[in-house]
């Protein structure tokens, strides 16, 4: 059986990719084995070199990756161009600060020698999503290889181009054969690649259900993993916050990517003295976005990855609409359009319960809810099974830290976007996941802290 990858601008087969087999899995996973061997020895100024290839490369293939991107999974082309040039960064920022971040420590202790050392893992599997197809592997690849270790990558299936491109990026620019390998296979099998025993960890990417069945998996066989899920992110706006910046921060978090990212704000609280001019700011920010082909510069919103996704949105929309909620805008597909396109949406009278507020909602939707005070919004903000990312709007300093404490989450915004940043670390709580990506939180994920003493 063959991969597809689907263009969801006209939902037309682009290209076939087929599975690997067992045997070349087997093959794939020895030659893992090898190439950890290798770079567990590199020197780190060898590694950083590497990365800085890496990065090079990125910057000079920059269009045509975004063109892959754009094709594949429907970003438009000026955010994916964005998204590779982030890439590069992370690489640069590795390579620069690793040796800092994985310095051996000395300890005064009773005996002569007390010292800390990070020593890598082996190799990491990788399960990865389609929504940022080349950053969401940079975010974890490019620590986990400064540290030492190898790389498997299971990609989203409806990206197998991007795969592809990864797999031959790493090798242009000159990584030891096995140190970065891409595997085609069926969702259904990747137990198997998670269970054998030369996977030594498994970093995954994905919905919370899934990352319950590949955390309970890991476990079963004690291998480490780090988990990035789902959020629905709330976006407090209080009645002294900034307005007509926070109307435009919050439509450009709603609707980058159409919508599709963990980060997103989703569910968008607001106090009853403002919600009225902020609705109506929202409104008009989100009506004067730009959909269409994604290829074009000037499109804003494209069409959604895959068709499956325009109909759990749709569901959402309507089941959230049958218990109250209102339309102010959007609220459906255009019906001529061929590829997988939902309307920019903004609903009004919101409230736990709803799909729109409960669930994750992976589009164009956002959701307002009004509450009375700060105190309101900070407990509807934190009622959800989710803790990834969260926003506070206030001029008021001191209540903004007071309440960004309050969050529960693993990473809160005072008056700006949540985005990741390789400086700072990344990740949830709750049904978001745990561990961290990214700064030296990340690199420090897949590393065995090794204490060695002597008298």
Not at 237 to 265: F, H, P, W, Y
Not at 268 to 293: C, K, N, S, W, Y
Not at 333 to 339: C, D, K, T, V, Y
Request: charged residues 20%; hydrophobic residues 45%.
């Amino acid at each position: 059986m063959k991969i597809a990858s689907i263009n969801p601008t006209t939902n037309q087969v682009v290209a076939r990719v087929a599975q690997h087999s067992w045997r070349q899995i087997d093959q794939l996973l020895r030659h893992a084995e090898s190439g950890f061997a290798i770079n567990r020895t590199s020197a780190l100024s060898v590694r950083s070199k590497r990365l800085y290839a890496l990065a090079d490369l990125l910057d000079a293939r920059k269009a045509d990756y975004a063109q892959l991107i754009t094709l594949e999974m429907g970003k438009p082309i000026s955010e994916s161009l964005a998204e590779i040039e982030k890439c590069a960064w992370v690489c640069r920022y590795y390579a620069e600060n690793a040796k800092h971040f994985l310095r051996d420590e000395a300890f005064e202790t009773q005996y002569r020698l007390s010292l800390v050392v990070q020593q890598p893992l082996g190799v990491v599997l990788a399960i990865m999503p389609w929504n940022f197809p080349f950053w969401q592997v940079f975010r974890f690849a490019a620590a986990a290889l400064m540290a030492g270790n190898a790389v498997v990558l299971k990609h989203a299936p409806n990206v197998p181009q991007c795969a592809a491109a990864l797999e031959t990026l790493f090798a242009d620019a000159r990584y030891p054969e096995g140190l970065f390998q891409n595997v085609y296979l069926d969702n259904t099998k990747v137990h198997w690649l998670i269970t054998d025993p030369r996977i030594h960890a498994v970093t995954f990417t994905g919905s919370a259900a899934t990352g319950a069945k590949v955390a309970a998996l890991a476990a079963q066989h004690l291998k480490k993993t780090v988990l990035e899920l789902g959020g629905s992110d709330p976006f407090i706006v209080l009645d002294d916050a900034a307005l007509k910046e926070a109307a435009q921060v919050a439509v450009q978090s709603r609707m980058t990517n159409a919508g599709q990212s963990c980060i997103a704000a989703k569910r968008f609280i607001v106090t009853e003295a403002v919600a009225p001019e902020f609705i109506r700011q929202m409104t008009d920010h989100i009506r004067a976005l730009r959909m269409g082909d994604p290829k074009d510069p000037q499109t804003q919103i494209g069409p959604l990855a895959r068709p499956d996704l325009v109909s759990q949105l749709e569901r959402q929309v309507r089941d959230s609409l049958r218990m109250g909620a209102q339309i102010a805008l959007g609220g459906s597909r255009p019906a001529a359009w061929a590829g997988n396109y939902f309307y920019p949406t903004l609903l009004t009278n919101c409230r736990r319960g709803m799909p729109v507020f409960d669930e994750e909602t992976f589009g164009p939707v956002a959701a307002v809810a009004i509450v009375k005070n700060a105190q309101e919004a900070i407990a509807l903000a934190n009622d959800t099974p989710y803790g990834l990312g969260a926003s506070i709007w206030t001029t008021d300093t001191d209540r903004a830290n007071r309440l960004a404490n309050q969050i529960q989450s693993g990473f809160v915004a005072i008056n700006t976007l949540v985005q990741s940043d390789p400086r700072l670390p990344f990740g949830g709580i709750k049904q978001s996941g745990y561990g961290r990506e990214l700064s030296e939180y990340g690199i420090r994920e897949f590393v065995n802290t090794k204490t060695i003493i002597a008298r």
